[in-house]
C-alpha cells in the first residue's frame, strides 16, 4: 500500500542481505507489468525502498562533547565513512538527551564530562529511554572506568586513540562487541 492506495503485483520482495555490520534488510526486485503506469509505481516504490534499506543498514550517530574541534573531527570522520549516518551532535548533556528522544541514534558517543549532564547521567538516562542504543563514552583519563560499567556504558574509551582506532571501535560495538580498545 502506498500512500493509502492498494498496488498490487508489482514488486516482489526478500529478506537475504547482510552487511559488514551484520544488519540484514530486504532486498527487492520489480517485475515487469504491462500497464506502464503500474511499472511506474513500481519503480517509485522500488526507489523508497532503496532509501529506506540504505538508512536501515547504516547506524545512526548522536556525538557530544565540549571539545569542538573533537567533535568535528569525528563528525567528519563518520560522514566521510558511508556506513553510518551522523543525525546529530551537541556540547552539552542536556540538549544532547533532547535530540536523542526524538532521533533515536543507533550509537551515541559522549564524553564523560559533557556540560549539564555528564557522560555517565547521560548514558543511563539514554539506556533506560531506549535500550537498544549503544553508547559509547570518551575521557582524557580511566577515572569513570568503574562508573561507565554501572551505567551501561557499551564502551570506555580514551580521548588519545587515533580516528581510526575510535571508528574501529564504533564497528566492534554496533556489531555488539566489546571494542578491544575499550577500559570496560
Not at 500512500?3 to 537475504?16: A, I, P, R, T
Not at 547506524?59 to 563518520?78: H, S, Y
Not at 547521567?121 to 580511566?142: A, E, F, Q
Request: glycine share 6%; aromatic share 8%.
Amino acid at each position: 500500500m502506498l500512500n493509502g492506495e492498494k498496488v498490487e503485483g508489482l514488486c516482489s520482495c526478500s529478506c537475504h542481505y547482510s552487511d559488514s555490520v551484520g544488519i540484514k534488510g530486504t532486498s527487492h526486485a520489480v517485475n515487469m507489468v504491462d500497464d506502464p503506469e503500474r511499472f511506474s509505481k513500481a519503480l517509485a516504490i522500488s526507489k523508497k525502498l532503496s532509501e529506506v534499506e540504505w538508512a536501515l543498514k547504516h547506524p545512526t550517530i548522536f556525538l557530544i562533547g565540549d571539545n569542538k574541534e573533537f567533535i568535528d573531527e569525528l563528525r567528519e570522520m563518520f560522514t566521510m565513512n558511508s556506513n553510518f549516518i551522523v543525525v546529530g551532535y551537541s556540547n552539552n548533556g542536556y540538549e544532547a538527551f533532547e535530540n536523542i528522544q526524538s532521533l533515536n541514534p543507533d550509537i551515541v558517543i559522549t564524553n564523560t564530562r559533557a556540560p549539564e549532564i555528564d557522560g555517565l547521567l547521560l548514558t543511563l538516562r539514554v539506556k533506560n529511554h531506549c535500550p537498544s542504543c549503544k553508547v559509547v563514552l570518551y575521557s582524557l583519563d580511566n577515572t569513570f572506568t568503574q562508573e561507565a560499567n554501572e551505567v551501561g556504558a557499551d564502551a570506555y574509551l580514551l580521548m588519545d586513540l587515533n580516528y581510526t582506532d575510535i571508528k574501529s571501535a564504533v564497528i566492534q560495538v554496533v556489531e555488539g562487541q566489546k571494542p578491544n580498545n575499550s577500559l570496560l
